[in-house]
């Protein structure tokens, strides 16, 4: 199983990126995707995930601003982030899991599968 994180880059505070997961060796159609994203001396922390049923989950910060969405025919999930902020500047990563629990979305040990990680930058 691969995933594979893309579409980061350097975008000015205001702007917006699309971040694109794709998986080989496994269909998201029958998993749970996830981003997580970690900022130079943090912890990994949770952004946005999509069930299997396509209900989308947000973290606090990112609500309003970041939409996941998945498109099964393309085995990719999108992370649309607008109005960029400083504070969003992290490693992007993806993660997919099919038995994950609601209540441990957020938690990265929880996760099966990660990608490589995308670098998102956003200059003030």
């Known amino acids: 199983v691969q995933l594979q994180a893309s579409g980061g880059g350097l975008v000015q505070a205001g702007g917006s990126l699309r971040l694109s997961c794709t998986a080989s060796?496994?269909?998201?159609?029958?998993?749970?995707v996830g981003w997580f994203r970690q900022a130079a001396g943090e912890e990994r922390k949770f952004v946005a995930a999509?069930?299997?049923?396509?209900?989308?989950y947000y973290a606090d910060s990112v609500k309003g601003r970041f939409t996941i969405s998945k498109d099964n025919a393309r085995n990719t999930v999108y992370l649309q982030m607008n109005s960029l902020k400083p504070d969003d500047t992290a490693v992007y990563y993806c993660?997919?899991?099919?038995?994950?629990?609601?209540?441990?979305?957020?938690?990265?040990?929880?996760?099966?599968?990660w990608g490589q990680g995308t670098q998102v930058t956003v200059s003030s």
């Open positions: 993660a997919a899991d099919r038995g994950l629990i609601l209540s441990s979305v957020r938690v990265p040990d929880h996760w099966d599968y």
């Open positions: 999509i069930w299997r049923t396509r209900d989308p």
């Open positions: 060796g496994l269909t998201f159609a029958s998993y749970n």
